[in-house]
């Protein structure tokens, strides 16, 4: 009997989405064009370790997230992270989502340059290339041609990567952990702290981020 064909990759991208905009929209959207993904889980993070308690408490930020995915099939929202009664570490989320899709399944953790430099500060980091692989956007204001790594990357994490880096995004699905690829974004200047600001001060955020998320955000009076 042939043996079943390898599934296609899947995209995960966490973050705060403290709110969710268009920038993590496009990225995610970008991701899955360059990296033959399947689709893109957003996963909303519950108890953040290397960032500050978020603005808004967490149910509106996984509401805001499953509203902006909601006009895009290939968008998922997981709210595993936000469910959870500890903190939001990536390696825990991948542990769980590996175990639901079992091990064959290959999963690709999209980060952006300057989250990927700063791997090594992460809880169990060496264990995200057993239960990954690893998609390296090139974000606005990296390098002239982005792509600061690995030559400017720290010793350890520089070793953890050797043999890993390609371009080549069929090894993706031949594998279901282990590379990391790079691959470029257009590059757009969009923060959620940005937002945050502008409507602290009464601006107008409209066009940074999905209108039914502006909605929602007016509606529950969040970073007023």
């Known amino acids: 009997m042939p043996r079943a064909p390898e599934p296609a990759p899947l995209g995960l991208l966490g973050g705060t989405f403290d709110p969710i905009h268009l920038g ?16 893109v889980r957003l996963i909303p993070a519950g108890q953040p370790p290397h960032r500050d308690t978020p603005s ?3 149910e509106h930020r996984l509401a805001m997230s499953r509203l902006a995915a909601a006009g895009n099939p290939m968008f998922e929202v997981d709210d595993g992270e936000v ?21 064959r399944q290959p999963l690709v953790l999209i980060l ?25 956007a090139n974000r606005p204001g990296y390098a002239p ?5 690995p030559g400017t990357l720290s010793a350890e994490l520089d070793a953890a990567c050797r043999g890993r880096i390609t371009d080549d995004i069929t090894t993706l ?8 690829v790079p691959f470029d974004m257009t590059p757009l200047a969009i923060s959620a702290s940005l937002i945050r600001d502008l409507l602290a001060g009464g601006h107008s955020a409209r066009y940074l981020l999905p209108d039914p998320v502006l909605d929602y955000i007016d509606k529950h009076s969040l970073y007023r």
Not at 112 to 119: I, N
Not at 124 to 134: D, P, T, V, Y
Not at 145 to 149: E, I, L
Not at 173 to 180: E, L, N
């Open 24 to 39: 993590h929209l496009r990225l995610a959207e970008e991701a899955r064009e360059a990296l033959g993904l399947a689709g």
């Open 56 to 58: 808004s408490a967490s």
């Open 83 to 103: 469910q959870a009664t500890v903190r939001s570490y990536t390696v825990l989320t991948l542990e769980r989502i590996r175990a639901e899709l079992g091990p």
């Open 112 to 136: 952006g340059a300057d989250a990927f430099e700063g791997l090594p500060s992460w809880h169990r980091w060496h264990e995200l290339f057993g239960l990954a692989h690893i998609a390296v």
């Open 145 to 149: 041609h982005g792509r600061r790594w």
């Open 173 to 180: 699905a031949a594998a279901p952990a282990g590379r990391v």
